[in-house]
C-alpha cells in the first residue's frame, strides 16, 4: 500500500514509517500540515494514516482516501469527534503496529470493494501475505512488480492510465515512467 503518514512527533513517525516499510508498504512523512497538503496534492495514497493533532482538511477537498485516526485522545467523545470530522477509523495510542495494518487493510477494502485475498482466473494475490500463485504454484516477484499487479487488482477489472500507475507506483524520491512501467508490464507477462 502506499501511505501518507501525517505525524508531528519526529520519533514516532519515523519508528512508524520504518514498521510499515519493513512490512511492505510504501509510506511519505509530513510533519506538518503544510507538508501533507503538498504530498497530498501530487500523489494518489491508499489511504492517510493522521495524528489528530493536526488540523486536516481531507474530506473538505473532497478527496475519498480513506483516513485511519491515530491518536492519544481516545475517550468515546473524542472518537466520535474524529469519526464525525470525517476520518475513516480512529485507533487510539498506544496502538500495535500489527492492529494498524489490519485497520488499514480493512480500510482498503471497504474503499475499493476487494478482499485480502483477490482471483483472477488462476491468478492469486494474497495482499496480507504479499504472495503471487499461477495455478497454484507460487510466483517470486519483486517489489516493483508485485506493487503494479497489486495495483491492477484492486479492483480486479478496474482501468488504470500508464499515468494513474505511474502516479501510484512512484514515491518522493523516484518516478516510475513509461519505460519502466512497460518493462515491468513486460516481465510480468513473462512470468
Do not use: C
Request: charged residues 30%; negative net charge.
Amino acid at each position: 500500500m502506499r501511505l501518507l503518514l501525517v505525524e508531528d512527533d519526529p520519533v514516532l513517525s519515523r519508528t512508524m514509517a520504518q514498521g510499515l516499510e519493513n512490512a511492505g508498504h510504501r509510506v511519505e512523512l509530513a510533519h506538518t500540515v503544510e507538508e501533507a497538503q503538498h504530498w497530498w496534492a501530487v500523489q494518489a495514497f491508499d489511504a492517510v494514516l493522521l495524528d489528530l493533532n493536526l488540523p486536516h482538511a481531507a474530506r473538505a477537498r473532497g478527496d475519498r482516501t480513506p483516513v485511519l485516526v491515530l491518536s492519544a485522545r481516545d475517550s468515546t467523545e473524542e472518537r466520535i469527534a474524529g469519526l464525525d470530522a470525517g476520518a475513516d477509523d480512529y485507533l487510539g495510542k498506544p496502538y500495535e503496529l500489527k492492529e494498524v495494518e489490519a485497520r488499514l487493510r480493512a480500510l482498503l477494502r471497504r474503499a475499493s470493494g476487494t478482499a485480502d485475498i483477490v482471483t483472477v482466473g488462476q491468478l492469486v494475490l494474497d495482499r496480507q501475505a504479499r504472495r503471487v500463485s499461477v495455478a497454484g504454484q507460487p510466483l517470486e516477484l519483486p517489489a516493483r512488480e508485485f506493487d503494479l499487479l497489486w495495483e491492477l487488482m484492486t479492483p480486479p477489472g478496474r482501468v488504470l492510465s500508464k499515468g494513474d500507475l505511474s502516479s501510484r507506483l512512484s514515491d518522493g524520491s523516484e518516478v516510475v515512467g513509461e519505460n519502466a512501467l512497460e518493462a515491468s508490464f513486460s516481465r510480468l507477462r513473462r512470468k
